[in-house]
């Protein structure tokens, strides 16, 4: 392509987040064709005061990026935090903030002289504004059950997730399941399946870079990286096993939005806390077993990790709660139900590596690149042929 301006109404905040993310990834690489614009997360969630020191922390990080303006990242996009209200469910205020976000918007747009760009949904709050600018295509990522997200409004989701479906040009979906499950609803559905950022994550065989704060803990090291939340991780499942396994240590790198002081208290439980998105693999690098401990329930059945990816493309062996996008990994990865097994899936990792099993796992994933995922959305997009059928397609 010669030229395509992309608006994306991203996820998550890209100065504040794990920068992993497939809206984020994708971004990279659309930002080589023009112009490209990420619109840190609209606010999804209804106000939550009563969560404390909590709600405090996320009004000064939210003020702080909007306070950001406009800026140029080093991906190569810009990235805007607009003025927006926790008024989703209030059914008289979310015109205001409709408005306000459609102000705010084309007052951008206009400075960085974009005209009918490519516009990318991954925040279902961000529905109205998306359908109504005006556009060359309109792409709605549906990498979870939005309406299952901790403190939304179930009803005003499901209908933003409705609205898109029928309205987009494509839809995107990561979980097989879901996709199968949807796309009949969709104007036009695919489903992709998460990249892996390999290069970064294989890359580090000659850079033995060890982060200070990893650097002394004792081997063996059981590790995970990502966000801990209450949604997600089974904290008492973690809990049991670290008990079961003292003699190992468990490392965990990432910001925590749940009670974790039952994990803290053990002697052989490190939380490091969040780390930059290009430290991640360094700490990755120091794990001998890397694991993936989480809930069972409607969000996890719809879920596809990228971190799944990531650590495979470290080689590390991986142990894991169940989950369907899993299935196709179970000749590289280790699955436990309950905190016995888990434990036990943990030592069997640890007697069983070797360098033919970390062969084995880089090779699972080593064709999953960012880059092909992206050209693959573009052939899908702009071959007119295959968009404008409306038909599911597997990529």
Not at 58 to 87: E, H, M, N, Q
Not at 217 to 244: M, N, Q, Y
Request: aromatic fraction near 10%; charge should be positive.
């Amino acid at each position: 392509m010669e030229r395509m301006d992309v608006i994306c109404f991203g996820g998550e905040d890209w100065w504040y987040h794990n920068r992993g993310h497939i809206d984020m990834q994708l971004m990279r690489r659309f930002a080589r064709l023009g112009t490209a614009l990420y619109v840190n997360s609209v606010i999804m969630q209804k106000i939550g005061i009563g969560s404390g020191t909590r709600f405090a922390h996320k009004l000064i990080r939210k003020t702080k990026s909007i306070l950001a303006g406009l800026k140029r990242s080093d991906a190569g996009f810009w990235v805007y935090s607009p003025l927006s209200l926790p008024v989703q469910h209030i059914g008289w205020l979310k015109p205001v903030n409709e408005l306000m976000l459609c102000k705010q918007l084309s007052f951008v747009t206009r400075k960085l002289q974009m005209r009918d760009p490519l516009v990318w949904v991954a925040c279902p709050a961000a529905c109205d504004v998306a359908i109504d600018t005006r556009k060359v295509k309109l792409v709605y990522q549906r990498t979870d059950r939005f309406e299952e997200y901790p403190n939304v409004d179930i009803g005003v989701i499901r209908k933003h997730d409705q609205r898109l479906k029928a309205r987009a040009d494509l839809t995107v979906f990561v979980d097989r399941a879901l996709y199968e499950e949807e796309a009949s609803c969709c104007n036009a559905a695919m489903y992709l399946d998460h990249g892996v950022d390999y290069g970064l994550f294989a890359g580090l065989q000659n850079n033995k870079e060890i982060p200070a704060d990893i650097e002394g803990i004792k081997r063996p090291i059981v590790g995970f990286f990502g966000g801990i939340d209450g949604h997600t991780s089974d904290i008492a499942l973690l809990e049991k096993t670290t008990e079961l396994l003292p003699e190992m240590s468990f490392v965990f790198i990432g910001k925590a939005s749940v009670d974790c002081n039952g994990l803290l208290c053990k002697e052989n439980v490190w939380m490091l806390g969040q780390k930059p998105y290009e430290q991640i693999p360094h700490y990755g690098e120091c794990f001998d077993v890397a694991i993936m401990p989480w809930k069972q329930n409607r969000w996890i059945e719809a879920c596809n990790p990228i971190k799944l990816k990531e650590y495979l493309a470290l080689g590390k062996p991986v142990v894991s709660t169940p989950f369907a996008e899993l299935n196709k990994y179970l000749d590289v990865v280790y699955v436990a139900k309950n905190p016995g097994d888990f434990a036990e899936c943990i030592r069997k990792a640890l007697a069983e590596d070797g360098p033919e099993r970390v062969a084995a796992r880089r090779k699972k994933v080593e064709k999953a690149s960012w880059d092909s995922k992206a050209e693959q959305v573009l052939g899908l997009l702009f071959d007119n042929k295959k968009s404008n059928q409306g038909e599911p397609v597997n990529v």
